[in-house]
T-cell receptor, first 115, second 110 residues
Framework: EPEVTQTPSHQVTQMGQEVILRCVPISNHLYFYWYRQILGQKVEFLVSFYNNEISEKSEIFDDQFSVERPDGSNFTLKIRSTKLEDSAMYFC?????????????FGNGTRLTVT | TQLLEQSPQFLSIQEGENLTVYCNSSSVFSSLQWYRQEPGEGPVLLVTVVTGGEVKKLKRLTFQFGDARKDSSLHITAAQPGDTGLYLCAGERDTGKLIFGQGTTLQVKP
């Protein structure tokens, strides 16, 4: 069964550095998402992306964050000038159409550790 | 702010027992989804309920959506050690934007 793949599985970076988290959604999916989960806390919505633009973003997704679909397969989350509180699991997800009609598929996440 | 309160947060039971996990909100959702998450992995969808009052069964798991589409429950009959894991409910109002509950960590002891 096709799956969402994320790389790297674990990223360690120093505070103030930029990181790019990569995702390859399922090939025929059209809607893409980033979620994050701080250790011991809820999974939180960050951003949704459709038709090469952001559909919706949460309060968390400030100017420090950006997303891009640079080619037909990758979907990236860039965090500029990382902060300690950005340490979390970041999950990419995709769906073929609206989630009302098709399930959301999550990747296994990238664990970001900011030191 | 939309909140989904999930309870209990932790549950430790013996194999063969029944259990129910609750997910409550003051907000109406277009759908409510239940996920299971294993350590080091992303959430995996178990079921989506859409219609108020809807009941769905997945083997020994029974999912119900409240009539007002504000709450949901997951009932597991005759729990087995393989059911051990983190169960998450998530409410959806807009496409793909899910509001997650805190999760219920279930431990089923043999």
């Amino acid at each position: 069964e096709p799956e969402v793949t994320q790389t790297p599985s674990h990223q360690v970076t120093q505070m103030g550095q930029e990181v790019i988290l990569r995702c390859v959604p399922i090939s025929n999916h059209l809607y893409f998402y980033w979620y994050r989960q701080i250790l011991g806390q809820k999974v939180e919505f960050l951003v949704s992306f459709y038709n090469n633009e952001i559909s919706e973003k949460s309060e968390i997704f400030d100017d420090q964050f950006s997303v891009e679909r640079p080619d037909g397969s990758n979907f990236t989350l860039k965090i500029r000038s990382t902060k300690l509180e950005d340490s979390a699991m970041y999950f990419c997800a995709s769906t073929r159409e609206s989630t009302y009609n098709s399930p959301l598929h999550f990747g296994n996440g990238t664990r970001l550790t900011v030191t | 702010t939309q909140l989904l309160e999930q309870s209990p947060q932790f549950l430790s039971i013996q194999e063969g027992e029944n259990l129910t996990v609750y997910c409550n909100s003051s907000s109406v959702f277009s759908s409510l989804q239940w996920y299971r998450q294993e350590p080091g992995e992303g959430p995996v969808l178990l079921v989506t309920v859409v219609t108020g009052g809807e009941v769905k069964k997945l083997k020994r798991l029974t999912f119900q959506f409240g009539d007002a589409r504000k709450d949901s429950s997951l009932h597991i009959t005759a729990a087995q050690p393989g059911d051990t894991g983190l169960y998450l409910c998530a409410g959806e109002r807009d496409t793909g934007k899910l509001i997650f509950g805190q999760g219920t960590t279930l431990q089923v002891k043999p």
